[in-house]
């Protein structure tokens, strides 16, 4: 049994950074990568980045490439992901995901999700 949980989440203003971490528990976190989606009532929910099981491939949507930035610590079954010149449209609840390997930009093509935790960013 896979069980991911989001820390990290916050109030912050525009142009601000934040670090959201996700703990990883139950089967070889080396064998899945993580992806990192956002979303808000009444919307899809949307890919923002994912790193494969080792590290070697990034993945990062339009709306932050250049701006966030994700890793991953496998000695301590935690992925990260670093958000700097945050945006108001930014704000969302950010959930942690997991798949077998490789990485994946599609919501159904991970098969754990964590509870997430919500970003808001004033203007």
């Known amino acids: 049994q896979v069980q991911l949980v989001e820390s990290g989440g916050g109030l912050v203003q525009a142009g601000d950074s934040l670090t959201l971490s996700c703990a990883y528990s139950g089967r070889d976190f080396s064998d899945y990568a993580l992806g990192w989606f956002r979303q808000s009532q009444g919307k899809e929910r949307e890919f923002v980045s994912a790193?494969?099981?080792?590290?070697?491939?990034?993945l990062y949507a339009n709306s932050v490439k250049g701006r966030f930035i994700i890793t991953r610590d496998n000695a301590r079954n935690t992925v990260y992901l670093q958000m700097n010149s945050l945006k108001t449209e930014d704000t969302d609840v950010y959930y942690c995901?997991?798949?077998?390997?490789?990485?994946?930009?599609?919501?159904?093509?991970?098969?754990?999700w964590g509870q997430g935790t919500q970003v808001t960013v004033s203007s």
């Open positions: 790193i494969s099981w080792n590290g070697g491939s990034t």
């Open positions: 995901a997991a798949r077998p390997f490789t990485t994946r930009s599609a919501a159904g093509q991970y098969d754990y």
